[in-house]
T-cell receptor, first 112, second 113 residues
Framework: TQLLEQSPQFLSIQEGENLTVYCNSS?????LQWYRQEPGEGPVLLVTVVTGGEVKKLKRLTFQFGDARKDSSLHITAAQPGDTGLYLCAGANAGNNRKLIWGLGTSLAVNP | DAGITQSPRYKITETGRQVTLMCHQTWSHSYMFWYRQDLGHGLRLIYYSAAADITDKGEVPDGYVVSRSKTENFPLTLESATRSQTSVYFC????????????FGSGTRLTVV
């Protein structure tokens, strides 16, 4: 069974701090996506990375796909309370492209 | 309005009753999905559909039925609700294979008493 492991599971930081969350697997993915989910809402797609070593920036968020396409990281610079939420990674299996494999998420709280 | 809508947002039902959760999308996306989200288990796929009249089981299909007679609608029916089906249910759609990313609805919080 393919797994995506996310770490840390929980993270509580002060406004203005930097943080990195990780998404790791022993399997290769054709692409990897990051979503943010706020309480009472569905996940919202932030980014899709498809090339090994790819780096994408979305304002203060930087996403990286590992060279071997087995892992990814999300770095947030100068976190703000609006960044609070559950960050989920999801991988598309190169062999079964119809479904995503989901991690359990990192729950981030940014305190003012 | 364009988007993906789920109804109802909240539902309380009794054990043994049949209940249907609705999902409607306005983009004509080919793919639609039903997930349940539970603490400690994350998002688990119940059923998905690649096109109208084509559906397939996900990880946890037992006790659920789906249909997709029209591209825009993908209802999920719990045939005889059990307490273990208490959960938050999310519908999602995608224009193509997962590389395109999913768009999720706001969810239905279902409580079975």
């Amino acid at each position: 069974t393919q797994l995506l492991e996310q770490s840390p599971q929980f993270l509580s930081i002060q406004e203005g701090e930097n943080l990195t969350v990780y998404c790791n697997s022993s399997s290769v993915f054709s692409s990897l996506q990051w979503y943010r989910q706020e309480p009472g809402e569905g996940p919202v797609l932030l980014v899709t990375v498809v090339t090994g070593g790819e780096v994408k920036k979305l304002k203060r968020l930087t996403f990286q796909f590992g060279d071997a396409r087995k892992d990814s990281s999300l770095h947030i610079t100068a976190a703000q309370p609006g960044d609070t939420g559950l960050y989920l990674c999801a991988g598309a299996n190169a062999g079964n492209n119809r479904k995503l494999i989901w991690g359990l998420g990192t729950s981030l709280a940014v305190n003012p | 309005d364009a988007g993906i809508t789920q109804s109802p947002r909240y539902k309380i039902t009794e054990t043994g009753r049949q209940v249907t959760l609705m999902c409607h999308q306005t983009w004509s996306h080919s793919y639609m999905f039903w997930y349940r989200q539970d603490l400690g288990h994350g998002l688990r796929l119940i059923y998905y559909s690649a096109a109208a009249d084509i559906t397939d089981k996900g990880e946890v299909p037992d006790g659920y039925v789906v249909s997709r007679s029209k591209t825009e609608n993908f209802p999920l029916t719990l045939e005889s609700a059990t307490r273990s089906q208490t959960s938050v249910y999310f519908c999602a759609s995608s224009p193509g294979p997962p590389n395109y990313g999913y768009t999720f609805g706001s969810g239905t919080r279902l409580t079975v008493v």
